[in-house]
């Protein structure tokens, strides 16, 4: 497809300055949503066929290329079929976990996420076990979906305080997203994880900074992609669209039509790259 102009100035900027200097340029891609189509079963997630061989033709290309996601790195890796691009990073739990050249660097557990196994089950026990809801342990984090359930609003609604409380009683972070929410260890999220791959960039740091994704969870990379334009740092915001989570396409400077749409302008920033 032709490469699409993004909505605003700033975006317009950042894609300018990707293609006029992209072996400064770092670009950052969410998992679930933005690689992988939404699925009803987490463990179902594959990455839509033609992002790897799209990531493969950029990755030579670009300063940095990584994937910032909730799940366990390694997981990522193996679903998005990512091996073989050239020197990807991939940061897990929302950059608690890094895999980079076939080496995973992963830090101890938090002791919150040990209890919330047996105390997240439980807690659903005591509000009746609603049906359709799922307990998803993620290794370093417990994440309670209620998409498969017949009302996902309503379970929702009954879940969300109870388990906000149990977040904050074990000293955990309850982060929301699509007919989601996740319990897992505080100290960074993804726009956190995003500054540090700005940070370990060799001066001057980068040209520009894009990130793609589609979730609540991907807002604070957005944010941090904001306060680098502030800064002076060109930079592109781009959602991966969804009729759930509105919040994303409104902060974005270029809105493409879900992972067949992440995989399709990917391959059209490295047609203008070769």
Do not use: N
């Not at 992209?22 to 009803?40: E, H, K, Q, Y």
């Not at 498969?148 to 388990?163: C, I, K, V």
């Not at 992972?259 to 059209?268: K, R, S, T």
Request: proline letters at 10%.
């Amino acid at each position: 497809m032709p490469l699409p102009d993004p909505a605003t100035p700033q975006g317009r900027e950042g894609l300018r300055a990707l293609l006029a200097d992209p072996g400064r340029a770092l670009v950052g891609l969410d998992f679930d949503g933005t690689l992988a189509p939404i699925v009803a079963e987490p463990d179902a997630a594959r990455a839509h066929p033609d992002i790897p061989p799209a990531l493969r033709r950029l990755a030579g290309h670009l300063g940095r290329l990584a994937v910032v996601t909730g799940r366990p790195a390694a997981l990522a890796v193996d679903y998005a079929d990512l091996a073989g691009v050239p020197g990807l990073v991939v940061l897990g739990h929302y950059g608690l976990e890094r895999w980079e050249d076939g080496a995973l660097t992963t830090p101890g557990e938090h002791p919150g996420v040990e209890a919330a196994r047996s105390r997240v089950p439980a807690l659903l026990e005591d509000l009746g076990r609603p049906e359709g809801v799922h307990v998803e342990d993620k290794g370093r984090s417990v994440a309670v979906h209620v998409r498969r359930a017949p009302d996902p609003a309503g379970a929702d609604a009954l879940l969300r305080a109870p388990l906000l409380a149990l977040a904050d009683e074990l000293g955990l972070l309850a982060e929301p997203g699509r007919m989601v929410l996740e319990l897992r260890p505080p100290g960074g999220d993804k726009g956190d994880a995003l500054r540090a791959l700005v940070a370990q960039m060799t001066p001057p740091g980068p040209s520009s900074v894009v990130f793609v994704g589609d979730d609540l969870g991907d807002l604070p990379a957005f944010e941090a992609v904001e306060q680098l334009r502030a800064q002076g740092v060109a930079g592109l915001l781009v959602c991966s669209g969804s009729t759930e989570v509105h919040e994303v396409a409104d902060r974005a400077d270029l809105v493409v039509d879900g992972p067949e749409g992440v995989a399709a302008w990917l391959a059209a920033v490295a047609d203008e790259l070769t």
